[in-house]
Each structure stands twice: as C-alpha cells, then as structure tokens.
C-alpha cells in the first residue's frame, strides 16, 4: 500500500514509514488512495473474535507486517486492558445503538488505537533497521494524552511529552495525566487552547532545526496524534465490528446500510468510519456530530470552512477544535488525491483562516455525510432523557452524538440502523454528568464522580476511582512559544 503526502506529489512512504514518521516532511498527511486494494470480505469477518476482526483489518491497511506478525501484535497489545474480550460492545438503547468504545485502560475510545500504536511503531522501527529513540510528541484536547502515556510508558526505545491547554480538560482528565506513571514520560500545561497546542506540536515537527537537533541527539520525532496512520487504522475495525455484532444478533442482514453518527473534533474517528466505506462496509451516512464549536457542521453544508470565529469551551471538551486536523485527508481523498488543490485550500487556512471547497468536492462529500450540532444544553438535556426512558448513562460527547441523531432522523430519516460512537466513560466527565440528571452540584471531580455513582448505581472504572490517591508528578506549565524548548529539554 502507498501512502501520499496529502499535498505533494513526490512525497511517499509505505505503512510502517508512514508510522515511524507520523507526519510527512512537507507537513501533510499519509494517506492512501487505492481502497479496492484494501476490500475486506464481510463475510469473513462474520464469528471472528474482536483481536482476529482487528488484526484483519489494520492488517488490509498496513500491509508492510504479514497476517501473522499483526496477528501477534495485535493481541498483546490488547491482552488483558480491556474491561471486556468483546474490546468494543454494542448496546441496544430504545430503537437505536451505542457502540462503547471506552471500555479500555483510559476510558475513552482513544485507548482503541493508542493501545496498538506503540507497538505499531516499535515494530515499524524494527522493521526498517532504525536505532534511534522515538520521541513521540501529542497535543492533547484530554483523552489522547492519558490514552498515549498509558500506551508509550515505560516502552523500550521511546519517550512521550504531552501538552494540554491550560484549564482546558476535566478534572478527571487532568488527574489522569499528571499522575502518570513511567521514567519515559513528560506531561506539561500550555497557556492556550487545544488549537495553540496542537499548532504548537506541528511547529516543532516542522522545524528543520529541531530535526537535525533531534537527529544528533540520537532521537527522532514522531506523533501519537490522529495524524498519525497507525492511530486511525485500528479504529477502522470498530467500524467492521459493530456491523458483525448487529448481524449475527439478527438486528440486520448482511449487506443492508446503516448510519453511524460520530462525536466529532480532529475528524479522526469518523475518517475511519470512511475508511471502512471505502473498503467495503454497508454506510449509509457518517453523520458528524459536533458541539458549539461547529465548524464542521458549516463546512459539510456551505464547503466553507471558516476558522475565524468565536472558540467555546463546552462540557464536550475533546470536541472542542476549529482545525480539524484529519479533514486533509477526507479533502484528498474525495478529490482523488489532488495534491495542488489539497496545498492550495491548507495555504488559505493557514494565511486566511478560511477557505471554500469546490462544489463537486462537497457534492461526493454530501453522498455520504450529514452533519449537526448540539450545545451544551442540548447535550445535557439528551443525558437526562436517556437516562430517565432507558436507564442508560451517556456521557457528554455521547450525548452530542445522540442529540444529533434525534435531529438527523427527524429531518433526514433513510429508514436505516443507527449507531452512536460512544467516545468515553461518563465518570470522565462526572460533574456535568450528574447536572444533567441530577440538581446536585459537588464541589470536586472526585465528590461527582461519588454522587453519580451513588445516584445511578453505574460501576464507576476501576482506574478512575483509583486516581484520587495517586500524587501528583506533573506541574509544568509553559507558554505555547516556549514549547519547542521545553521538548528540547525533555528530549536530551
Ligand atoms: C477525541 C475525542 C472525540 C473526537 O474524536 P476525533 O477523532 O478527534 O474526531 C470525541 N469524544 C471523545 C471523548 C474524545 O476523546
């Protein structure tokens, strides 16, 4: 399989490249093009376990490993982390469906991909005879972090600094990371939002200096982020899986469509879910659920893609993003690889903070996407109703998802299956949580997480309920032009 720069021609690299380097020297996004190569053959998939399901398809995307090295990678990358064999249920909530896909070590749905990326890329620097250390460098909105230090900690070869924004994440999240374990690790606070870290993170990789000053120091850069290849292909199988599971309940038949409908930030998840379209998965629509910060609900029905406006901190806050990073890849993928036209609309983003798509693009786009929004009211509105008909307990960027669904089916109904992404455990995000189905308002992250415990009879996760205890080892705080130094140093 070859991967392109999304925005030039000459720029290529096979799988386990892609992996090591995570972004492409001129700044865009490995990408393939060629899906047909990549079919998978529904009925196989149909009575594999979920470690089988998984190997078979990251295995169609990257193809550098044989079926039987991803095999084995695959499987001890999952061993033991998940709540269940199952890796990602799904539900049955009133008509409809929520995949739970945050079952694993971190409770949110990043821990899919970021379980099997470490050894993705150990094995992808194996692989090409490479030595020296990777320095593995995230920006993080709350959920990629924890999910990547659980994933990179203590790995043999590599070493991991995460950045959050400043009074950006929960409690939980917050507490999650700054008592990370591990000797490889370093998790410090920008001042700025997730956009100015993120910003940040490409800066460095972009910097020439920092590069060779990496290189010298026996060290080379990589991402944990969704702009990496490795993290979205693992949360293609998800796609497949909950198809299979809906089949063999006999909820549908093999072939018919369904809609999933994706809590949505950088565009990582649900591009997997367009992966898995183009690879042979029965979609009807991806539709894309988004919060206040709806830029993406204006860009899927104008082509405008407008970043200059206003930025919301919501009670979803893994979706609060205006640049959302994996787009590249969809504006590639659906012009059938224009590099120009890709640079060109990346340029204006960058120089204007705006650019238009042209018609014919957001005419393929719109075949298979719709897309919504829900607020903050809204989406807790959603947790309470859910909660009080079906006893079922969302979380908030779940409850974007639902909220948007409710809208999609009432103005855009095909008659088809839905199934919402869960993206994370409500205990992640407990206060606003109990708000919505209670009038209690505690104080603490730790005091809610209690409450809502004791209100629902939820099991709260093991490993948040531990968190309380656990000291903090982390209180770096940097401005967001100081973080290339800050990497230097955690790097040397
Ligand atoms: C990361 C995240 C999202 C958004 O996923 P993208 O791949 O960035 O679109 C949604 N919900 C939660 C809980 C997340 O952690």
């Given at each position: 399989m070859v991967f392109y720069s999304t925005r030039s021609k000459e720029i290529q690299a096979k799988s386990a490249e892609a992996v090591l380097k995570g972004i492409a020297p001129d700044g865009g996004l490995y990408t393939p093009l060629d899906f047909d190569a990549m079919r998978v053959d529904l009925g196989e998939l149909?009575?594999?376990?979920?470690?089988?399901?998984s190997a078979t398809v990251i295995g169609k995307i990257l193809n550098d490993f044989s079926p039987e090295e991803m095999r084995a990678l695959i499987e001890a990358s999952y061993a033991g982390k998940f709540e269940t064999d199952d890796l990602t249920?799904?539900?049955?909530?009133?008509?409809?469906?929520?995949?739970?896909?945050?079952?694993?070590?971190?409770?949110?749905?990043?821990?899919?991909?970021?379980?099997v990326l470490p050894r993705l890329i150990v094995a992808s620097r194996e692989k090409l005879g490479v030595t020296d250390e990777i320095a593995i460098l995230t920006a993080?909105?709350?959920d990629t972090g924890k999910a990547a230090l659980e994933g990179f900690h203590d790995v043999q070869g590599t070493r991991i600094v995460v950045f959050y924004p400043d009074g950006g994440v929960s409690d939980v999240q917050k507490a999650q990371m700054v008592t990370q374990e591990g000797s490889n690790v370093r998790v410090c606070a920008v001042r700025g939002n997730f956009d100015d870290a993120q910003t940040g993170v490409k800066n460095i990789f972009a910097d020439d200096g920092m590069n060779h000053w990496a290189a010298a120091s026996g060290a080379r850069l990589s991402s944990a982020n969704s702009i990496n290849i490795?993290?979205?292909?693992?949360?293609?199988?998800?796609?497949?899986?909950?198809y299979c599971d809906l089949v063999l309940r006999g909820e549908i038949t093999l072939g018919e469509p369904v809609n999933f409908v994706v809590p949505t930030g950088n565009f990582g998840d649900i591009l997997a879910g367009e992966f898995a379209r183009r690879m042979g998965l029965p979609v009807a629509k991806l539709v894309c659920a988004s919060n206040a910060n709806n830029v993406l609900t204006d860009f899927i029905n104008t082509g405008v893609y407008d970043r200059r406006r206003e930025f919301y901190k919501t009670t979803s806050p893994s979706m609060d993003i205006l640049v959302s990073s994996n787009l590249e890849r969809y504006l590639f993928m659906a012009s059938g690889g224009n590099f120009e036209l890709v640079a060109g609309l990346m340029n204006d983003l960058k120089e204007k903070g705006v650019y238009t798509a042209p018609e014919s693009l957001m005419a393929v786009m719109r075949e298979h996407f719709s897309a919504g929004c829900a607020d903050d009211r809204t989406a807790?509105?959603?947790?309470?109703?859910?909660?009080?008909?079906?006893?079922?307990?969302?979380?908030?960027?779940?409850?974007v998802g639902w909220a948007v669904m409710r809208a999609f089916k009432q103005n855009e109904d095909n008659g088809y299956v839905n199934i919402v992404l869960s993206t994370a455990s409500p205990y992640k995000f407990c206060r606003d949580v109990l708000s919505a189905i209670s009038d209690e308002q505690p104080e603490t992250g730790f005091a809610a997480m209690d409450r809502l415990n004791a209100v629902t009879g939820v099991p709260v996760p093991e490993r948040l309920a531990k968190l309380r205890d656990m000291?903090?080892?982390?209180e770096d705080c940097v401005d967001k032009d100081k973080m290339l130094e800050y990497v230097k140093d955690a790097v040397k």
């Open positions: 149909l009575g594999k376990t979920a470690v089988e399901l249920p799904v539900e049955k909530v009133g008509d409809d469906f929520v995949l739970e896909l945050f079952r694993g070590p971190t409770s949110a749905f990043k821990d899919v991909a970021l379980s993080t909105s709350g490795g993290r979205l292909a693992p949360q293609v199988a998800y796609y497949f899986k909950a807790l509105e959603a947790i309470g109703r859910v909660w009080n008909e079906y006893g079922y307990l969302m979380d908030t960027h779940t409850a000291p903090v080892r982390f």
